[in-house]
């Protein structure tokens, strides 16, 4: 993790939100802190984003100077697969989001082709969304609104390739009768199945007079044209010129190269779903702990706000408290009972002894070993003086909170009562 100043941090050009809800975010931030770091990789001095879009509006607008970040080395391709998957894992693009970020790459050069194989989906739901752009800014609305569909505008297509007037005028009838996409199919059908003999026609008109004509040379560009032709034609000729033996050979270098190239693109999109994969747990796992913690806070707020609540709370902390000191008393007049008579039996007897006694020293002596007796016999029995804590378990003390058990071995075997 890095820090780097947020204001060499910019948003990615291949973001396809067009809004960013915040305020929420901006007071989860300001409670817990940031869960989870920015995504970035590096360009010409500065941070471009890959994920985090929300976040970086958010701590902009919470004045934060320093952000923290994960810098990653991806080309273009990585980090625009990468901001359009962790996007639409969190929420689905509206029609809008998604037509407007296919013409962004469709306006940088890539065809619908090729945008939807990089993204895994159907070139021809790609172009439907293109084709959106083709009408008038009233129809756009009415599709980012809902009155028509991609469905509907996919049969359209070959009447917006043939004339975009009539397609304009079918989609207002489309939307004044509220037409399903079935219904459109039947609706048009009549129209595409005329517009492809129309087609069919030129095009067999258009083979039957094309004729070759000589081309003269005049611009350094023509000199480029005729020397790309004659290489192609030198290398058609090569290929026809060469042995069973060397074709094959070439064949199979082609065709190594070709696995190779298939086997480092596999790699490269095993390592971004995986990162991918990687960056959507985390993201689970950080929106999981905020949720754990929103929830306690509400709790703890409807204790604390709710005198009723908070009094049957501590209702219920009292009880159990009482109840275990209603254990511990229980237990500690067992005890108590339990040794009452051996002591006194001892104590009784002991004084006997010590009134026959020759001594004031062997009196003494004799009370002593009487008293120490009756308690280590009373230990032996299992009963007890009283009841301590040592941190969650119960122990067995005397009054000077001395573990009785340790005294017990002290006092045996001083007595020898072990042997």
């Not at 639409?88 to 509206?94: K, P, V």
């Not at 082709?113 to 895994?120: Q, S």
Request: proline share 4%; net charge positive; aromatic share 4%.
């Amino acid at each position: 993790m890095s820090k780097v100043p947020i204001n060499l941090i910019k948003p990615s050009p291949y973001q396809p939100r067009l809004t960013f809800e915040i305020e929420d975010l901006k007071a989860e931030i300001q409670k817990d802190g940031l869960l989870s770091d920015l995504v970035v990789r590096k360009r010409n001095g500065f941070y471009e984003l890959i994920d985090g879009d929300r976040r970086l509006r958010a701590l902009k607008e919470l004045g934060w100077k320093q952000v923290p970040v994960q810098i990653r080395e991806v080309d273009d391709k990585t980090a625009r697969l990468t901001v359009y998957k962790l996007n639409m894992i969190r929420e689905n693009y509206t029609v809008e989001e998604r037509a407007r970020y296919f013409k962004r790459l469709n306006d940088g050069g890539m065809k619908a082709y090729e945008i939807g194989k990089e993204l895994n989906i159907d070139d021809n739901w790609v172009m439907a969304h293109l084709n959106v752009f083709r009408f008038p800014e009233k129809i756009q609305t009415a599709v980012w609104q809902g009155q028509l569909t991609v469905g509907h505008i996919q049969q359209l297509e070959p009447v917006i390739g043939a004339n975009i007037k009539d397609a304009t005028k079918a989609v207002e009838e489309i939307i004044l009768r509220k037409l399903t996409v079935q219904e459109t199919r039947t609706l048009l059908k009549p129209r595409a199945e005329a517009l492809e003999k129309e087609r069919i026609r030129a095009a067999e008109k258009a083979v039957g007079v094309i004729t070759p004509t000589p081309v003269k040379l005049r611009k350094p560009e023509d000199f480029e044209a005729a020397a790309e032709a004659l290489r192609r034609e030198a290398i058609r000729r090569r290929e026809e010129a060469m042995t069973p033996k060397e074709r094959a050979a070439r064949e199979a270098e082609e065709k190594r190269r070709r696995e190779e190239a298939e086997r480092r693109k596999r790699e490269k999109e095993e390592q971004f779903e995986e990162e991918v994969k990687k960056r959507a747990k985390q993201l689970e796992e950080a929106e999981k702990r905020r949720i754990e913690e929103e929830a306690r806070r509400k709790a703890k707020e409807e204790i604390l706000s709710n005198p009723a609540l908070m009094q049957e709370v501590v209702e219920e902390a009292r009880e159990e408290r009482v109840e275990q000191f209603a254990q511990m008393e229980r237990r500690a007049s067992e005890a108590a009972q339990s040794i009452a008579q051996p002591l006194g039996e001892a104590l009784t007897k002991a004084q006997q002894d010590a009134e026959v006694a020759k001594t004031s020293k062997q009196r003494r002596q004799l009370e002593n070993y009487m008293l120490l007796g009756s308690i280590i016999q009373s230990l032996k029995s299992g009963k007890i003086f009283c009841v301590d804590h040592e941190g969650e378990e119960l122990m067995l003390v005397w009054s000077c909170g001395i573990p009785i058990t340790k005294t017990h071995k002290k006092l045996g075997s001083k007595l020898g009562l072990d042997k």
